[in-house]
C-alpha cells in the first residue's frame, strides 16, 4: 500500500493581482455573495487594458463563438489560406484525438487575423493561449504570427498522438497550432493563460464555467464581463468538500513534518532523489 501524504500548494502564478485572486478565491468556497461584491466594485471601477493585449471573448456555446469568429474573419479583405488537419492511424482514437484538440479540420487564415496558439513549444516560443495577429505567410505559405509581446514566429504544423505501451504511435493528427480567436468557448480555454478577455456568462448552463472563465485572466486590468448570472458564481459543492478535505489533510501532514528535525528531513529528501 502507498502510504499517500497530501500536500496542499497554495502558490499561484497565474494572477497578478490581489483583487482577482480574491475573487475566485471566494468562488472557490462557494462564498457567492462576496465574489458577486468583489466583481461589481472591479465593474464600478475604470477599466485599462495592458498595452498591446488583444481582447478575447469568452462565451459558454460555441454557435456564439464561430459567428464572431467568421463575421470577423469575413470583414477582412485579403486572401485566404486554408490547412487541412492530416491523420494517421487508428480511426477511433483519431476521432477522440479531433475531440480533445483545440485546432479546426481546416483552418483558415487571412493576414491580420486574431488568433491564439494551442499548444506548447516552449522551443519556439509559445504557449497555449499565446495570442497574437497573423502578419504575413512565408514562402511555404505557413502563417507568420506577431504575438502581443512582439515575438514573431513562422507557425508550422504540430502533431497530438496516443502511443502504445512500447512508445509507438498508434494514432495521430496533425495541424498547425492555431485558431482564430476573437472568440472562443470558456470550455475551450482551460489551460489558457489571457492577458484580457471580454467574457459573456449570461448563458451559464453549469457550476463551475464561470470559475474557468474568471480564472483564464492573469489580472482585472484585462477582464470586461458583458453579461453574468448567479449560476456563474457557484462552483460544485463535492469540490468544494473535497478543497477542504485536501487542506485538512495536508494541514496533518505540515504537523506531522513540524515535529521532524529539519537535518532528518534532508536526509530522507536526498535519499528519495537518490533512489
Given amino acids: 500500500m502507498l502510504d499517500i501524504k497530501v500536500c496542499y500548494l497554495e502558490s499561484q502564478h497565474r ?10 478565491d471566494n468562488m472557490r468556497e462557494n462564498n457567492v ?30 454557435v456564439d463563438v ?3 469568429n467568421d463575421r470577423e474573419l469575413g470583414k477582412i479583405d485579403a486572401a485566404e489560406f486554408a490547412y487541412d488537419m492530416t491523420t494517421l492511424g487508428h ?8 475531440r480533445s484538440c483545440l485546432s479546426p479540420e481546416r483552418l483558415v487564415l487571412k493576414e491580420g487575423a486574431q488568433v491564439m496558439f494551442i499548444k506548447n513549444n516552449f522551443e519556439v516560443g ?12 512565408d514562402a511555404m505559405g505557413m502563417p507568420i504570427i506577431k504575438t502581443v509581446t512582439g515575438k514573431i514566429i513562422s507557425a508550422q504544423k504540430a502533431g497530438w498522438s ?11 493528427i496533425r495541424q498547425i497550432p492555431l485558431r482564430l480567436a476573437w472568440a472562443i468557448t470558456v470550455h475551450k480555454s482551460q489551460g489558457m493563460n489571457l492577458d484580457s478577455a471580454e467574457i459573456d456568462l449570461s448563458k451559464c448552463f453549469v457550476k463551475g464555467m464561470g470559475y474557468v472563465a474568471l480564472s483564464r485572466l492573469k489580472s482585472f486590468a ?8 448567479d449560476l456563474a458564481f457557484q462552483v460544485n459543492e463535492k469540490a468544494v468538500e473535497m478543497d477542504k478535505e485536501f487542506k485538512a489533510m495536508s494541514a496533518r501532514v505540515e504537523a506531522q513534518l513540524n515535529k521532524i528535525p529539519a537535518v532528518q528531513i534532508e536526509k530522507q529528501q536526498a535519499k528519495f532523489i537518490a533512489a
Fill in 33 to 62: 455573495e462576496k465574489a458577486q461584491e468583489i466583481l461589481a466594485h472591479h465593474q464600478q471601477m475604470q477599466r485599462q487594458f495592458l498595452e498591446g493585449a488583444i481582447e478575447t471573448k469568452l462565451y459558454t456555446h460555441n
Fill in 222 to 229: 484585462g477582464l470586461r464581463v458583458i453579461g453574468i448570472n
Fill in 162 to 172: 496516443v502511443d502504445d505501451e512500447q512508445g509507438s504511435v498508434i494514432a495521430e
Fill in 126 to 137: 509559445y504557449v497555449n493561449g499565446t495570442q497574437g495577429s497573423v502578419i504575413g505567410f
Fill in 91 to 98: 480511426s477511433d482514437i483519431i476521432a477522440s484525438l479531433k
Fill in 66 to 68: 464561430d459567428q464572431i
Fill in 15 to 24: 494572477h497578478k493581482d490581489q483583487h482577482l485572486s480574491s475573487l475566485l
